[in-house]
């Protein structure tokens, strides 16, 4: 599953908004055996929730962050 983007109004942010997204998504990728993947600028804030979500950089590109978590990741 290729993450491309997620954007909220700052208004919106600090609500769990994204979270929920992502915990959603998390859970589709666990059940149809699918890793996700996803490209974060190295600077921006948002890494730190997906490192906290089971994210594990496996790549730069540029200013761009790989980030990878497997289906079979324990903590969703």
């Known amino acids: 599953i290729l993450l491309i983007d ?9 609500h769990g908004i994204g979270s929920t997204i992502l915990h959603d998504l998390i859970c589709e990728s ?17 890494q730190k ?8 950089k496996t790549g730069e590109q540029g200013i761009y962050n790989e980030m990878r978590r497997t289906f079979e990741s324990a903590d969703h």
């Open 49 to 56: 929730l997906y490192e906290r979500l089971g994210f594990i």
């Open 6 to 14: 997620i954007a909220l109004l700052p208004a919106f942010r600090q």
């Open 30 to 46: 666990t059940q149809s055996g699918k890793d996700m993947i996803l490209h974060v600028e190295f600077f921006n804030p948002a």
